[in-house]
Structures are given as C-alpha cells and as structure tokens.
C-alpha cells in the first residue's frame, strides 16, 4: 500500500462553484480525518468517520460543507457555493484504531478565485 | 487550543545536531508526546512519539523531561531535506475518543548549507 492519496491535488474554480474532493485513505485504516491549513497555519479539524459514520465536525465546517464515506473506504468532501475563504490546502488523514499515528495525505490545494 | 507551546523558527547547520523545544506544562498521566513535520507542498508525517521514557527510531530522538512538562525532538545530524515546519502534539490512545490532531503553529526549521 502507498499509502493515503487525494484527489485532485489541486484545484482552481470561480466563487460561487461546487467543487469535490477525493481521500483514498491507507486499506485496513478505520478512521478517516478531514483538516484545513491555511498559509502559515497548522492544520485545523474539520470532521472525521469511524468507518462509514461521521462521528465529529467542527464549527469550522458550515453547511455548505458535507463529507461522506460510503461505505467506510473512500471518503469525498464537498463544498458548496465556494468562497474566497475556502482557498487552503484540504488534507485528509487516515488511521488504525487504536493506534495512535495518523497517516496524511499529500492534500489538495483549493483556490477560489 | 493547541497544549503545546513552541518556538516559531529555529535555524541550524546543515550536518550538526537540532534540539527543538516543546513546552506542554498542562500535560495529563494519558497524553502521548508526538511530534509530526511537514515539508514543503506535503501533509505532515509522523516524526516519533513516547510516554514518558526517551526514544529512537531512525529518523530522531525524543527526550521527555522527567516531569513530563517538556520535551525535545533531537535531529542527530540534520540535513537540508530536514527542512520543515515540526508539530509537538499531545495525544491521548483513548479508545472511541474522537482523538482528533489539535495542531499549532509548530516551529520553522530552517537549514543552512
């Protein structure tokens, strides 16, 4: 396994568009996390599943943001009616629980334009 | 909030030994001491963590104060790919904790040919 991948790894859309994200977490991880790091900052929480359930999401994802992991393999984030404030970098981390290392991804680079 | 404080930058020569500093003086019995890095255009990756005793692994060492309230990540013989934003992060293996990643700031390294 090479570990935790994303897609794509970058992104540039209009204000006001939807746009997708893809994690493909490491293959017998159970937890699966989402964060947002914007320039000079650590990585913020935004949600996390245990397998297939969302058990945790930050006040920092407003609703137009949705996460969801069918299946408890994949995991997609969405974003809606985008915003200048959206532009950062979104990773996503997976994990064996109970182990306690988290594996990122390389992230996707969001830019709003 | 991130429990752990850290200086914002540090700087070394490339080939000499790195000490960065991490001060979490609110550390509780459970807490694991880790410390992730984040190079340049990636997601952070596991560096090391402990519990109270120091450690090794092939990347560094961890020294963990004998009161628990600081700790120092030990890059042996630093080079100019050790360049990169490092995370001291306390974390408790609780399990069906949400155990979430509360990163700061970190601290800078920089590396001097």
């Known amino acids: 396994d090479t570990g935790v991948s994303q897609d794509p790894r970058h992104k540039i859309t209009k204000r006001g568009q939807n746009v997708t994200f893809r994690c493909d977490p490491i293959?017998?991880?159970?937890?699966l996390y989402w964060y947002r790091q914007t320039l000079g900052q650590g990585p913020e929480f935004l949600t996390y599943?245990?397998?297939?359930?969302?058990?945790?999401k930050s006040r920092l994802l407003s609703d137009r943001f949705s996460a969801e992991r069918p299946k408890g393999s994949f995991s997609t984030l969405e974003i809606q009616r985008t915003e200048q404030g959206d532009s950062a970098m979104y990773l996503c981390?997976?994990?064996?629980?109970?182990?306690?290392?988290?594996?990122f991804g390389p992230g996707t680079r969001l830019t709003v334009l | 909030d991130a429990k752990t404080t850290q200086p914002n930058s540090m700087e070394s020569n490339e080939e000499e030994p790195v000490h960065l500093p991490c001060n979490h003086s609110?550390?509780?019995?459970?807490?694991?001491i880790h410390w992730y890095r984040q190079l340049p255009s990636q997601g952070p990756e596991y560096v090391i963590h402990?519990?109270?005793s120091n450690v090794n692994n092939r990347m560094a060492s961890l020294a963990i104060a004998e009161d628990r309230k600081s700790s120092t990540l030990i890059l042996h013989r630093a080079t100019l790919r050790d360049a990169a934003v490092y995370y001291c992060?306390?974390?408790?293996?609780?399990?069906?904790?949400?155990?979430?990643?509360?990163f700061g700031k970190g601290t800078r390294l920089h590396i001097l040919p």
């Open positions: 981390a997976s994990e064996r629980t109970p182990t306690d290392t988290q594996y």
């Open positions: 293959s017998e991880h159970n937890r």
């Open positions: 599943f245990q397998n297939e359930a969302q058990l945790e």
């Open positions: 609110t550390i509780s019995g459970t807490d694991y």
């Open positions: 402990g519990l109270t």
């Open positions: 992060i306390l974390r408790d293996p609780m399990v069906n904790r949400d155990d979430k990643i509360i």
